[in-house]
């Protein structure tokens, strides 16, 4: 079966303004990516850390209060746990991706 390059041109051509009449927009225009969201994340989980490091040098230093050191711990070891789920998911995924065959 041959197919012409010029059909299969048009037919992608097709696709695109269809989904662009149905309210369909790339992922930039919608503002954003998997890289933003990602990045965001990241950075929320740093900063959850930095935090709870900080409460917990005051408290060594006498000047923070018991429940703000146990409630940073806490999220900084949600955060912490979150982050390593999320990096076993990663290598599973990428050792399926290895399983493929090509």
Same mark, same amino acid.
């Not at 009449?21 to 990516?33: I, K, N, Q, R, W």
């Given at each position: 079966?041959? +197919?012409? @390059?010029?059909?299969?041109?048009?037919?992608?051509? *097709?696709?695109?303004? *269809? *989904?662009?009449?149905?309210? &369909?927009?790339? $992922?930039?225009?919608?503002?954003?990516?998997?890289?933003?969201?990602?990045?965001?994340?990241?950075?929320?989980? +740093?900063? $959850?850390?930095?935090?709870?490091?900080?409460? $917990?040098?005051?408290?060594?230093?006498?000047?923070? /209060? !018991?429940? /703000?050191? @146990? #409630?940073?711990?806490?999220? =900084?070891?949600? #955060? &912490?746990?979150?982050?390593?789920? &999320?990096? /076993?998911? !990663? @290598?599973? =995924?990428? *050792?399926?991706? &290895?399983?493929?065959? @090509?």
């Amino acid at each position: 079966m041959a +197919v012409n @390059i010029s059909n299969a041109v048009a037919a992608y051509n *097709q696709a695109v303004r *269809q *989904q662009q009449e149905a309210g &369909l927009e790339p $992922s930039d225009a919608a503002g954003g990516g998997f890289a933003d969201a990602l990045r965001g994340a990241i950075n929320g989980g +740093v900063e $959850s850390l930095n935090r709870a490091e900080e409460v $917990s040098r005051a408290a060594a230093a006498g000047k923070a /209060d !018991v429940n /703000d050191v @146990i #409630t940073a711990v806490s999220e =900084a070891e949600l #955060t &912490l746990q979150t982050v390593v789920a &999320l990096r /076993d998911r !990663v @290598i599973q =995924a990428y *050792q399926e991706i &290895l399983r493929m065959p @090509i």
